[in-house]
């Protein structure tokens, strides 16, 4: 018990040096960072050009753009590579979520229950999605979208990933799917109800309502493009996400995933029997295809090899396609569950 203290408060102090470093680093790197910025905004209008856009629109659209220093910070301590899994899931899947969407749905209850039936994505899902990207709506971020993703275009770390959502969004504007005036939302340039990044826009969002406009910010048209986006990539209604287990430390470490970029060995539940304390108690199809995720391995100091672990299946892998982080398909998955048991 004293360990687990110790290594708590190791943990913590560890944490806040990590930020004092960041602060420190944007303060002191901002003022080259702006003028780099600069060269690059004028490199990047070129390329955008080049790529299909018209150059008004890129000119118009990035004559604003600015360095952001916290999105950098932002990027670096986001908490799924801080929080342990129990901590995390507690904090998003609470009994005021809960209530908050519950409210949601009685409110909208007839377009909620259309779209499902449409879809076939369950309610539940949507209204799990919704809750913890942006508490129902509640904080959908008040970024200037643009300069976030340009911010995150200069820096080194993800620049392939989000130059190319740049030029989808400038894209979209061009062709008048989007309008610039209202791109307000995440840090990371994710947009609206369920924070969909350019190319989730561009491939799934849909006008719902048919009032020629895509209103991410608005009920019918959110839910039905969260819904359209998860049908397409194959979310399966009615079938697992996710069963807790207790594993025997038998287990050899090749069926351990602990790393949401590439879920390994995936196997019939029937095959880790020897490996899964409580097998007899789980109340699924022992021929599902499953793999075995230990999400706080490589994150948390200290964890545990073996706990907490988690028989994952095909839906689970479609939450990883919404954000590609173990916690957090754990967690919506979880919230999930707890709309189940009180619609």
Known sequence: MFFFVLIKKMLKKLICIYILLILSFTQNSAFSNNSEFKTWVKNFKSHAVKSGVSKVVVD???SNAIFLPNVIKYDRFQPEF???TYTYIKKRTNKKKINNGLALYKKEKSTIDKIEKEFLIEKELLLALMGIETNFGKYLGKMDIVSSLATLSFDKRRSEFFTKELIILLKLVDQKIVDRKILFGSWAGAFGNFQFMPRT?????????????????????????AANYLNKIGWKKDTPCFKKIDLNKSIPSKYLNSSAA???????????KNYIKNYNELKIDK?????????DIDIIPGASTYTPAYLVFANYEKVLNWNRSLRFALAVCTLKESFKNEI
């Open 287 to 295: 021929n599902l295809e499953a793999a075995i995720i230990t999400p």
């Open 82 to 84: 801080y929080e342990d």
């Open 262 to 272: 590439n879920i390994k060995n995936k196997k019939k539940v029937k095959f880790f």
């Open 60 to 62: 118009d659209v990035m």
């Open 201 to 225: 826009i561009r491939n799934y969002a849909i006008d719902y309502n048919n009032n020629t406009t895509i209103e991410l910010k608005k009920t019918e048209d959110s839910f039905a493009s």
